[in-house]
């Protein structure tokens, strides 16, 4: 569900800011609840009573098999997209104006419509600001992601304002809702005929579904949409020192392991609305236990090195560090003088983002929860060649080969990466 804004060539009797934050709050709504949907863990068969069993007898069932477990990182793959150029006879006087909201993974699916909609209006594009869950939370584009990368790489593909020009005020924006992943058809039919009226236009991307599969068919817009969503987002400076200096940290405690590590995507508050951690048994979401028990039986040891995405630690948790002592936080191996800029923040942007990227670079990757995160994350992984992402499964019988629960974006190369690279 989501709250349509109707937007015609009159005057809006209310005040359009009043518009854009209701559209804005229910959209997070809407994409909180699709981060949990089952659409993207593979069908695979549980039974998690018969693994309890098998911990509670001393793990006599654990396979100590370690074959596969930390498979060689692959080589990344080069951009397959081609680069439009913009005439500049064509370039539209309007703007498209749009803010990044709810984390990374929504960032980067935010950013590739963006684009794609102001390249097909030949609109200039005003650099986005970054909003969090709470009213009055917000950042600078800056303050997160690097400026100079963005516009370059967009260069000759839309043009890009660094900030909202004067003349633009909410008065003067129509407020236009864009699905992800939106087509050339949908643009022509519900945003075009806006822009042309009113000149300038806000987007309000929502999440119908939650879908990184490859098309059936390419579409103009593909290239466009690839170069967004893999080719402009880089953490600024300081963020990026922040995530090597943890993923270094977890290298250098995983010794034993010739310096690899394993992250999980194990955000409490969110298994919390599930009941994941308190009930068990779910596709879409796994519980700190069920992680420990699917970890140990495809045959990870007790040495191995696991970062969690949670970012302080919780009594929840222990049940993983039972199986897994070596399980760190963030907050345990950051360093103390970012600690107060990274986690003491009123805002967890920069706790998501930091998450978002180690997960990307770690060795394997285990998605406890199900939804866009996994989904994004699953993106950038394929694209830089590490292709060990484990969707876990509660696993009858006494053996289980970590082959058997390779991602299907990744076994079915069916990942909309695909597409975008060779």
């Known amino acids: ?76 793959l ?52 970054i909003r969090g869950s709470k009213p009055g939370d917000k950042r600078n584009f800056e303050d997160v992601y690097d400026v100079e990368k963005f516009i370059t790489s967009l260069d000759g593909v839309v043009k ?21 992943r939106v087509t050339e058809e949908y643009i022509a039919e519900n945003i075009e005929p806006v822009f042309r009226s009113k000149g300038n236009i806000r987007l309000a991307t929502y999440f119908p579904s939650v879908n990184m599969k490859k098309k059936k068919e390419k579409s103009k817009t593909d290239s466009i949409g690839c170069l967004a969503m893999f080719g402009t987002l880089e953490p600024q400076t300081e963020v990026r020192e922040v995530v090597d200096s943890l993923v270094n940290r977890l290298r250098t405690l995983s ?7 394993v992250a999980v995507d194990l955000r409490l508050d969110i298994l919390d609305k599930k009941g994941c951690h308190k009930n068990g048994g779910s596709k879409s979401c796994y519980g700190p236990k069920e992680i420990a028990l699917f970890l140990r039986k495809i045959g990870f040891d007790k040495d191995t090195i696991v970062y969690v995405t949670e ?19 963030k907050e345990s191996i950051m360093p103390m003088d970012k600690k107060d800029k990274f986690l003491g923040s009123e805002t967890s942007e920069f706790e998501k983002v930091i998450d978002f990227y180690i997960s990307s670079e770690s060795d394997v990757f285990v998605p406890a929860i199900s939804g866009l995160f996994y989904a994004n994350v699953a993106g950038k992984r394929i694209a830089s060649g590490k292709t060990q992402i484990l969707v876990p499964a509660s696993i ?7 082959g058997d629960f390779i991602s299907h974006y990744v076994s079915k190369k069916n990942h909309f990466a695909y597409s975008c690279f060779c």
């Open 396 to 402: 009858p019988g006494s053996s289980a080969s970590s």
């Open 78 to 129: 080069k951009p397959c997209w081609d680069k439009p150029v913009l005439e500049e006879a064509d370039e539209s006087q309007g703007y498209v104006t749009f803010s990044l909201i709810n984390g990374p993974e929504y960032h980067v699916s935010q950013i590739s419509d963006a684009v794609v909609v102001a390249r097909y209006l030949r609109a200039s594009l005003v650099l986005p600001d």
């Open 1 to 76: 569900m989501y709250i349509g804004v109707t937007i015609g060539s009159e005057e809006m009797a209310v005040d359009p800011r009043q518009v854009l934050a209701g559209v804005l709050t229910v959209t997070m709504f809407v994409m909180l609840g699709n981060m949990i949907k089952r659409d993207h863990f593979d069908s695979v068969q549980t039974a998690v009573h018969e693994t309890t069993k098998a911990s509670e007898r001393g793990h006599s069932s654990v396979t100590k098999q370690a074959e596969g477990l930390w498979k060689d990182e692959g080589l990344a």
């Open 255 to 261: 010794r034993k392991s010739n310096g690899q590590f």
């Open 160 to 180: 890009v304002v660094k900030s909202q020009p004067a003349k633009l005020s909410a008065r003067n924006l129509a407020v236009v809702k864009v699905p992800n």
């Open 311 to 329: 970012s302080r630690w919780d009594s929840n948790l222990d049940n993983l560090k039972d199986f897994f002592p070596k399980t760190y936080t």
